[in-house]
């Protein structure tokens, strides 16, 4: 089956079958292998891509489903030279990474709440990760980072509108 999509902002076409998961597109067929597959059932968050602006468990959406689609994973989340956004900088910085599996969905969830909240309450922070799992850290550095995150934008946004 051909699937076209705009992928981290380029339009790919893909031949995949139907039968596969976008999960499964995303690394087997087009691999994008920072998607993490962590249960398989939706419940830990590592594959978080957001989908036409709403944050989705890879793994549950088969891959015909994001036909036509707007997909943004963590290899999307990048500056343009390649290099760590803020938010990605700010994980490292707070100590809001370990093992790895869990990180890039935890910073896919976070873009999408700073995205339509850039200004988010600790509390809010913490129920936009609640479908999210981690094992290493706790939550505590993961939370601050964000936090750091919007506080820099905020301030950085208010600096452009000044000039």
């Known amino acids: 089956m051909e699937i076209s ?22 690394r087997e067929y087009l691999e994008l292998t ?9 419940e830990c968050g590592a594959c978080a891509v957001i989908m036409d602006g709403m944050l989705v468990n890879s793994c549950l959406v088969l891959a015909p489903q ?8 963590i290899e999307g989340l ?14 490292i910085t707070y100590g809001a990474v370990q093992c790895g599996i869990c990180i890039p969905g ?15 309450t600790r509390e809010e922070i913490r129920q936009a990760l609640i479908g999210n799992l981690c094992r290493c850290t706790g ?7 964000i936090e750091a995150t919007a506080y820099a934008r905020r ?3 208010e600096s452009v509108a000044r000039a």
């Open 5 to 26: 999509l705009v992928l981290n902002g380029k339009p790919i076409t893909v031949e995949a079958p139907a039968h596969i998961t976008l999960l499964e597109l995303l």
């Open 106 to 120: 935890m910073i896919v969830a976070a873009e999408a709440l700073l995205a339509k909240h850039p200004t988010p």
């Open 34 to 42: 920072g998607t993490k597959e962590g249960c398989d059932i939706g």
């Open 139 to 145: 939550y505590q550095q993961i939370v601050d980072a």
């Open 155 to 157: 301030h950085l946004a």
């Open 78 to 91: 990048c500056n343009a030279d390649g290099s760590l956004s803020d938010l990605q900088e700010n994980f």
């Open 66 to 73: 994001a036909h036509g689609s707007t997909i943004t994973t």
